[in-house]
C-alpha cells in the first residue's frame, strides 16, 4: 500500500523559508506525478504546485517563491518555499496522482 509522508513544516516570520519533504513508500508509479495542496483554516484544499517527469507548474501565487523537486532514488518530493506571507499559511499535503493518495498533512505557520 502507497504511503505519503510530510515532514519540515513549522513557524516562520515573513519573508522566510521553509523546505517541505514527501517520502513516498511505494511503486515508481507512485512517483510518477506528485503536488503539493494546502488548507488554511476555514477554507477549501487548494492546489499549489505540481511535477511530473518533464515538467512543473505552480499556481500563480506562489510562483516565483516556491520551487517543487523530487528525488527519485530517496523516493522524495520536496517544497521550497521562499519570501514565504501570512497568507501561506496552512496545513500542506503531499498527493500521488497515480494512486490518489494523500499524505496526512504538515503546518505551516507564517507570522508577520
Known amino acids: 500500500q502507497v504511503q505519503l509522508m510530510e515532514s519540515g513544516g513549522g513557524l516562520v516570520q515573513a519573508g522566510g523559508s521553509l523546505r517541505l519533504s514527501c517520502v513516498v513508500y511505494?511503486?515508481?508509479?507512485?512517483?510518477?506525478?506528485l503536488g503539493w495542496y494546502r488548507q488554511a483554516p476555514g477554507k477549501t484544499r487548494e492546489w499549489v504546485a505540481a511535477?511530473?517527469?518533464?515538467?512543473?507548474e505552480y499556481e500563480v501565487f506562489v510562483k516565483g517563491r516556491f520551487v517543487i523537486s523530487r528525488d527519485v532514488a530517496k523516493n522524495t518530493c520536496y517544497l521550497q518555499m521562499n519570501s514565504l506571507e501570512p497568507e501561506d499559511t496552512g496545513v500542506y499535503y503531499c498527493y500521488s496522482y497515480g494512486e490518489k493518495v494523500w499524505g496526512q498533512g504538515t503546518q505551516v505557520t507564517v507570522s508577520s
Open positions: 511535477i511530473t517527469r518533464d515538467t512543473t
Open positions: 511505494g511503486n515508481s508509479f507512485s512517483m510518477s506525478a
